[in-house]
């Protein structure tokens, strides 16, 4: 007897950094699954898709275990890995359908850790640099709640919040709008100019940072002056609620939060979905959703995990169908329902790009750049007036006057990915010009 495995499910890593062309213009705004799959085939074609050079998947043990005892192999492709499965073949009618070999319980999660490979591996990935909580990224299938977009694995983009700080790059929905905080210099914080409506849809954001270990730091605001205060972490249910207070006789910028110690009944909580609060004198409160785990899902220094239940709310997200059989299947005709595909989507991190001169040159430009560059400042470096994402590729800009493109102007991309900022927390990746000649002149 022939084993057979199928696929069970495949997880893609689809990231703005490596998905731009020349134009800036990239893979999430294509309207049509043929022209994002022809777009994606091109960067592959010419070895432009490189992100699992920069980021690995690994198996949390438990998780490899499992995989052994159902027969499960994980495969890594080109944009993230699949999970092939060993099946039986069972017909439904003239369909050819696939069951696993070994039934899988429910309630089983098979949870993979993104772990990155080198020390920039995070430097082009939009992501606040300043946060309360030192959480990584937590993607999951389930969508008991029914928020998620399939075939994205995010939570979605929450809507704008005047009172928060945002940072550079941030996501928030604006009116109607998915739109990315510019910090543009000289503009109030809360002016509507500094939001930029993004393309695309389902990205990777804040929201997503949701995974921590029952102990860790929380860091304050440094607008905050908190000298004492409590923190309450409830879970969703209601049936756990850990609180620990916190004194000082100076004021706060770091506390360290510790619950991982057993309850009452000699218990430890369990890993789920809780609610931190956080209360301080001087008027300082907060409150964050996290997903809180004692066991191996939080590792320090990896980006995140993925959680895949084989228990989800059903529809597009289920790996299997209600009648436990593979997704995938065949048709007598010979058409063939593929497998459930999900997408994490993450955005390059935007910086002003700043163009300096070595050794006491002057930088040289069309008066046409001047569309695209702020004026020289006291060490005689220019500026883009807007940030830009980091982008494998170099960039050509559209130069206008009058609403008018004349033509395009290749300017120079960041390439060590370093980023430098301000007093306003201005985002900058800085370009040392070795000859004025790079930059093309204007006609």
Do not use: C
């Not at 050079?53 to 995989?67: E, F, G, K, S």
């Not at 995974?211 to 730091?217: I, M, N, T, W, Y």
């Not at 130069?399 to 991309?413: D, G």
């Amino acid at each position: 007897m022939s084993v057979i495995y199928k696929i069970l499910f495949e997880v893609q890593l689809l990231h703005e950094y490596y998905l731009q062309n020349s134009k800036g213009i990239s893979f999430f705004e294509q309207t049509t699954d043929q022209q994002r799959a022809d777009f994606l085939m091109e960067k592959l074609r010419q070895d432009q898709y490189r992100l699992l050079r920069d980021w690995d998947i690994q198996p949390l043990p438990a998780t490899a275990v499992l995989m052994k005892n159902y027969h499960l192999r994980l495969l890594p492709t080109a944009t993230g890995f699949k999970g092939a499965i060993e099946v039986k073949k069972v017909m439904q009618g003239t369909t050819l359908a696939y069951t696993p070999f070994v039934q899988i319980p429910p309630d089983t999660a098979f949870r993979f850790a993104i772990v990155p490979r080198n020390a920039g591996a995070l430097a082009f990935t939009s992501m606040r640099m300043r946060r309360a909580l030192p959480a990584q990224y937590y993607f999951s299938n389930d969508n008991t709640d029914n928020i998620k977009t399939f075939p994205s694995l995010s939570v979605p983009v929450p809507v704008n919040d005047n009172t928060r700080q945002y940072e550079q790059g941030e996501l928030a929905k604006v009116g109607a709008d998915v739109s990315e905080y510019l910090n543009k210099p000289g503009t109030p914080a809360n002016d509507p100019s500094q939001w930029r409506k993004i393309k695309g849809n389902g990205f990777v954001h804040e929201g997503d940072r949701l995974l921590l270990p029952f102990s860790f730091q929380y860091f304050f605001p440094p607008t905050a002056s908190v000298t004492a205060g409590a923190a309450v972490l409830e879970s969703i249910s209601g049936n756990t609620s850990l609180q620990q207070s916190f004194t000082s006789t100076s004021i706060l910028s770091q506390v360290k939060l510790d619950f991982s110690g057993p309850l009452p009944d000699k218990t430890l909580p369990d890993d789920g979905w809780y609610n931190l609060k956080v209360t301080g004198d001087n008027n300082f409160t907060a409150q964050h959703l996290v997903y809180v785990s004692r066991s191996e899902m939080y590792r320090a220094g990896n980006i995140g995990v993925v959680d895949l239940r084989v228990n989800t709310a059903g529809g597009d997200f289920a790996m299997l169908d209600a009648d436990g059989t593979l997704k995938t299947k065949l048709q007598q005709n010979g058409t063939k329902i593929p497998h459930t595909i999900y997408e994490l989507r993450f955005r390059s991190r935007n910086s002003y790009w700043r163009y300096s001169p070595q050794h006491g040159q002057t930088l040289v430009f069309s008066n046409h750049a001047n569309t695209l560059l702020s004026v020289a400042d006291g060490n005689g470096a220019r500026t883009t007036k807007e940030p830009w994402p980091f982008s494998f590729n170099n960039r050509l800009f559209p130069v206008t006057e009058n609403n008018i493109t004349n033509y395009e102007q290749l300017l120079p991309n960041p390439r060590g990915l370093s980023i430098t900022s301000d007093a306003d927390q201005r985002l900058y990746a800085d370009v040392v010009v070795l000859l004025s000649k790079i930059f093309p002149q204007g006609p």
